[in-house]
């Protein structure tokens, strides 16, 4: 059965730190997405990575960064989290696009972050 | 501009009754692929259903199909003989192909709550 795990279900931080949000997939993905959703919004990309220590800017970028030193982890960072940022954050893996049409992506089951 | 438009926030259904759910998008590209996802109370995205752009039929999956009308640009998932289990947001996805990553760029979203 295909996994994409998140290191927390559930975060509460404060105004200024330093956050780290960790996703892992074990179907051995070359791509792999953060999005942040938020009500009416749907989901938003933040980041995203085609290849280990690869990285390419989504559509809201700003106030995140991101890491991905193997192959099967990549992690947002919120260098100094903002009430702004309070949101659920899902993660997703994806196989480089094939022939095959439904190469979907798979999702982890989110983190619901709050900063305070 | 937006690229992928639901226009029904939220909507009820009767049980055993089918519900369509809107979905239109805009691109330029000729080549590219609709993704309808569930995503329930829980958190989880679960795929549904896929369209690819050349598809001459229309996708179907079980209990799912997508209403697929190129010219007019849209791509309704029709859900028949509605469960409770189906209560959930759905989204619409679109991939295009020039898309770097496999990256999909999704709806705001539409929540349907069925009633007994």
């Known amino acids: 059965d295909v996994k994409v795990t998140q290191s927390s279900r559930y975060l509460v931080k404060r105004t200024g730190e330093k956050v780290f949000l960790e996703c892992v997939q074990d179907m051995d993905h070359e791509n792999m997405f953060w999005y942040r959703q938020d009500p009416g919004l749907g989901l938003r990309l933040i980041y995203f990575?085609?290849?280990?220590?690869?990285?390419e800017k989504g559509d809201i970028p700003e106030g995140y960064s991101v890491s991905r030193e193997k192959k099967e982890r990549f992690s947002l960072i919120l260098e100094s989290a903002s009430t702004n940022q309070t949101s659920m954050y899902l993660c997703a893996s994806s196989a480089i696009r094939g022939s095959t049409s439904t190469d979907t992506q798979y999702f982890g089951p989110g983190t619901r972050l709050t900063v305070l | 501009a937006q690229k992928i438009t639901q226009t029904q926030p939220g909507m009820f259904v009767q049980e055993k009754e089918a519900v369509t759910l809107d979905c239109t998008y805009d691109?330029?590209?000729?080549?590219?692929?609709l993704f309808w996802y569930k995503q329930p109370s829980s958190g989880e995205m679960i795929f549904l259903i896929y369209?690819?752009?050349?598809?001459?039929q229309n996708a179907t999956e079980g209990r799912y199909s997508l209403n697929f009308q190129k010219a007019r640009k849209s791509a309704n998932l029709v859900i028949s003989a509605s469960q409770l289990g189906d209560s959930a947001m759905y989204f619409c996805a679109m991939r295009e192909e020039g898309a770097a990553g496999n990256k999909l760029t999704f709806g705001g979203g539409t929540r349907v709550l069925v009633k007994p």
């Open positions: 691109t330029s590209d000729p080549s590219y692929g």
């Open positions: 990575s085609y290849d280990v220590k690869m990285k």
């Open positions: 369209q690819g752009s050349y598809d001459q």
